[in-house]
């Protein structure tokens, strides 16, 4: 069955910094890879997916990913980060030819002033 | 365009109740998930739908937890006796179609607490 990684519960950073949230998967085919975020008390927003192609990935509000596929990894980044980016981030995957998606613990993301 | 609706937003009951969730997919959106999260946890699926079909019910309690979507639009999610541990965010979530590639969209939740 697929699963998630993310090793790190909280990431703390200075507003203006990089921002890098980790994640790992193992699946037995090929991967199809997502990341969500979460505000308090509010549900999921899809930020970005891999499926085939570039390896890099542009999303929602400045977020990027690169898929790596010998390392297993798909790390979540924006260059330059906000306060309002603090909120929970999931990374998910989903096994092609299996529909559920597995979804990892979260990372708590903290931006500081 | 609207999101995904869910009600209530917050239920408190004892245990042994039973309780009742509702969710309204985006609009044209064959497939609908429920999620239960955990605090501290990723969503975790218990029941996915492809129009008024069940496609995956694995991860489901049968035993307590059931649901239906009877004409393919809207749901329900039902807990009969709910347990101490059954206290969590249960998420709704829709698709496209059942594509391994769709993103899914969520609603904002219903957090239930089980005294």
């Known amino acids: 069955a697929q699963s998630v990684a993310q090793p790190e519960d909280q990431v703390n950073v200075a507003e203006g910094n990089p921002l890098t949230v980790k994640c790992t998967y193992s699946v037995s085919g090929n991967p199809y890879l997502f990341w969500y975020v979460q505000y308090p008390n509010r549900g999921l927003q899809f930020l970005l997916k891999y499926i085939t192609g570039d390896n890099l990935v542009k999303g929602s509000y400045g977020f990027e990913a690169e898929f790596n596929k010998s390392q297993t990894s798909f790390h979540l980044k924006k260059p330059s980060a906000l306060v309002s980016d603090s909120a929970l981030y999931f990374c998910?995957?989903?096994?092609?030819?299996?529909?559920?998606?597995?979804f990892g613990k979260g990372n708590q993301v903290v931006v500081i002033p | 365009e609207a999101g995904v609706a869910q009600s209530p937003r917050y239920k408190i009951i004892e245990k042994r109740q039973s309780v009742a969730f509702w969710c309204n997919p985006i609009s044209g959106h064959a497939t609908l998930y429920w999620y239960q999260q955990i605090l501290g946890q990723g969503p975790k699926l218990l029941i996915q739908?492809?129009?008024?079909?069940?496609?995956?019910d694995s991860q489901l309690p049968k035993d307590r937890f059931s649901a239906e979507r009877l004409k393919g639009v809207d749901s329900t999610l039902k807990i009969q006796p709910a347990k101490l541990e059954d206290s969590a965010v249960y998420l709704c979530a829709s698709s496209l179609s059942g594509d391994s590639n769709q993103p899914q969209h969520f609603g904002d939740g219903t957090r239930l607490s089980i005294l």
């Open positions: 998910a995957v989903r096994d092609y030819g299996n529909n559920r998606l597995a």
């Open positions: 739908f492809q129009n008024n079909g069940v496609v995956d």
